[in-house]
C-alpha cells in the first residue's frame, strides 16, 4: 500500500502563486498526476508526469502550472501560478504503480481576494 500525502495549500489572492507538494511513501511509482475537484463539479485532472519527465497539462492550465518530480525523494510537486478564482478546488494527487492507482487526502486551494 502507498500512502500519497499532499501538502501547500492555502488560501491566496487572484495573480498569486502556490507550491503544491505529494510525498509518497514508496518508489517506484511510474505516472503521477494532480487532479482538482471545485464544489458542485466532477474531478479534472490538472497535469500528468510520467517516469521518464513528459508532461501534460488541461487547457485551462498551461502556461500558468507546472508540475515536476523529485524522484530520488519520491514527491511531486506542482507550481502553480497567475492564479485564478476558478481555480478554487481541493487538489488530489495520484500515483500509479504496478497496476494499481493510489490517492492523497487531497488539499484545499482557495483563490480569493
Known amino acids: 500500500q502507498v500512502h500519497m500525502v499532499e501538502s501547500g495549500g492555502g488560501l491566496v489572492q487572484p495573480g498569486g502563486s502556490l507550491r503544491l507538494s505529494c510525498a509518497a511513501s514508496?518508489?517506484?511509482?511510474?505516472?503521477m498526476s494532480w487532479y482538482r475537484q471545485a464544489p458542485g463539479k466532477e474531478r479534472e485532472l490538472v497535469a500528468t508526469?510520467?517516469?521518464?519527465?513528459?508532461?501534460k497539462y488541461a487547457d485551462s492550465v498551461k502556461g500558468r502550472f507546472t508540475i515536476s518530480r523529485d524522484i530520488a525523494n519520491n514527491t511531486l510537486y506542482l507550481h502553480m501560478n497567475s492564479l485564478k478564482p476558478e481555480d478554487t478546488a481541493v487538489y488530489y494527487c495520484?500515483?500509479?504503480?504496478?497496476?494499481?492507482?493510489?490517492w492523497g487526502q487531497g488539499t484545499q486551494v482557495t483563490v480569493s481576494s
Open positions: 508526469i510520467s517516469s521518464g519527465g513528459g508532461t
Open positions: 495520484r500515483g500509479y504503480r504496478r497496476g494499481y492507482d493510489y
Open positions: 514508496e518508489n517506484g511509482i511510474n505516472a
